[in-house]
């Protein structure tokens, strides 16, 4: 079952923050974080695991909650290169390779 | 180093009509998968590769058949075409369960 985003879309001002939600019905174990540009193949941003740990790139970070079966990504001070759509992705139960994904978030940024 | 290489990067197919989606990786990879996407519904994967060897359905299976060759290539097949299946589908690979996942860049399939 494929886990829940929201927002479905989002629209910022350059130098504006944003808030990603991620969440499953299912116990996870692992969330992924990708952003897909229009026309392009997915591109990973993070992977967090069980243990609730929170992940940075560049201005770009994540927190996961397994008790709560919930992700977030947060992008602060956003830049025109952020825009595009935004995937989560869970793995599942322990030891399943399985990786199913979120139905996305499009980010736009406006100059 | 070309990473996931799918070919081929465009197809029209009659309704009715099968064809197979290449999808080979350089990268070592263990587990490999096929995805599609259409708007709005997100990746919705069809199957997966956890190892050689084994394949195992996804989310949306039905209409499709897949083959893991070997450890480098995991095909895509689709016996009788219909205008469902029209989409962008994606190949991907990883090492394991907790690495980051590669990407093709996508075959887009019509099907009239």
């Known amino acids: 079952q494929q886990p829940v985003q929201s927002p479905q879309a989002v629209i910022l001002r350059e130098g504006e923050d944003a808030v990603i939600n991620c969440s499953s019905s299912?116990?996870?174990?692992?969330v992924h974080w990708y952003r897909q540009k229009h026309g392009e193949a997915p591109v990973f941003l993070m992977i967090l695991l069980k243990g609730g740990e929170q992940k940075g790139h560049d201005k770009i970070s994540a927190s996961f909650n397994e008790k709560k079966q919930q992700s977030s990504l947060y992008l602060t001070a956003s830049q025109l290169s952020y825009s595009g759509t935004y995937f989560c992705g869970t793995g599942g139960e322990w030891g399943a390779q399985k990786l199913v994904f979120g139905q996305g978030t499009r980010l736009t940024i406006n100059p | 180093n070309a990473g996931v290489t799918q070919t081929p990067k465009f197809q029209v197919l009659k309704t009715g009509q099968s064809m197979t989606l290449q999808c080979a990786q350089d990268?070592?990879?263990?587990?490999m998968y096929w995805y599609r996407q259409d708007p709005g519904m997100g990746l919705r994967l069809i199957y997966y590769?956890?190892?050689?060897?084994?394949?195992d359905k996804g989310e949306v299976p039905n209409g499709y058949n897949v083959s893991r060759l070997n450890k480098r290539e995991f095909s895509l097949r689709l016996e009788s075409a219909a205008p469902s299946q029209t989409s962008v589908y994606f190949c991907?690979?990883?090492?394991?369960?907790?690495?980051?996942?590669?990407f093709g860049q996508g075959t887009r399939l019509t099907v009239v």
């Open positions: 991907a690979s990883r090492i394991d369960r907790d690495t980051e996942a590669f």
């Open positions: 590769s956890a190892s050689e060897g084994t394949t």
């Open positions: 990268m070592n990879h263990n587990s």
């Open positions: 299912k116990a996870l174990y692992s």
